[in-house]
């Protein structure tokens, strides 16, 4: 499967970024393993720290691979735009995040995306992520 995983503003900084809440693995070398997890599947790795980027990312891909995982970052409480862009295409996405984001500060309850995405995972680490890999192949 052609899987693609985009990561918004801040998720550059994983590894060296408040560590106690999304540990001290860089999204790069936890990528690799997961590359090598899934040798079988062909995954890619897209990040922005901006808005406009992150939705012509989807615009671009999302009519092409057989999934997205985004972690949208704070986008995910702000934008809209980022909502429509995913309402938009035809490849199914699933939101994730690193940490709970409901046993945190009540601004990150609130997701603009959860209502176009396929489903949500959060809060098992980087370990989100694999989960919902897992998650495209076994319902695609
Ligand atoms: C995050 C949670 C968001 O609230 C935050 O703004 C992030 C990361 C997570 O993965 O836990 O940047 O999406």
């Keep these: 499967m052609n899987l693609l995983i985009i990561n918004g503003p801040n998720l550059n900084l994983l590894g060296k970024r408040e560590t106690s809440i999304y540990g ?37 891909e999302g009519y092409k691979v057989d999934g997205i995982v985004l972690n949208a970052g704070a986008y995910t409480h702000t934008s809209l735009a980022i909502a429509d862009a995913i309402a938009g295409i035809e490849s199914p996405v699933i939101e994730v ?44």
């Design 97 to 140: 995040h690193i940490s709970n984001v409901h046993k945190r500060e009540k601004v990150r309850h609130k997701s603009f995306i959860t209502a176009v995405c396929k489903g949500v995972i959060a809060g098992f680490g980087l370990n989100s992520y694999r989960l919902a890999v897992e998650a495209l192949k076994r319902s695609l």
């Design 24 to 60: 001290n693995t860089s999204f790069e070398s936890y990528f690799d393993q997961l590359t090598a997890e899934f040798s079988d599947d062909n995954l890619s790795y897209f990040q922005s720290n901006h808005e406009g980027e992150i939705i012509d990312k989807l615009h671009t």
